[in-house]
């Protein structure tokens, strides 16, 4: 095998380095759709158990006790003013059947 040149060298460290940083934009590009799909189920998720709740007591004291083991003030304060009481005011505007006393009562702060 023939020695390599400096500038052959160079052009191999290049390529080299040109073939990491693809390899590091793909893996930061699936991490992004990683993370978007994570976040897309959860907003569904969530969504399902409210509206569930707006019509069940069942989920309704589930939803309550949830809201109970929220700790971090930045995340409480994403709930201030909301209750399931509004979820059913908004539920019986779009035409569905409105939620059970008990489940329109306010979340716990």
Known sequence: MPIPSREQIEKARQKAEQAKA????MQA????????????????LGG???????????FADIVAELMRR???PNDRQAFDGWSLEDRSEQS??????????EAQESLPR
């Open 22 to 25: 693809r390899l590091q934009a």
């Open 29 to 44: 590009q699936l991490a992004m759709a990683e993370r978007k799909r994570d976040t897309r189920r959860k907003i569904i």
């Open 48 to 58: 399902l158990l409210i509206d569930a709740a707006a019509k069940d007591d069942q």
């Open 70 to 72: 929220v700790d971090r």
């Open 92 to 101: 019986a505007v779009g035409g569905e059947t409105t939620a059970p006393a």
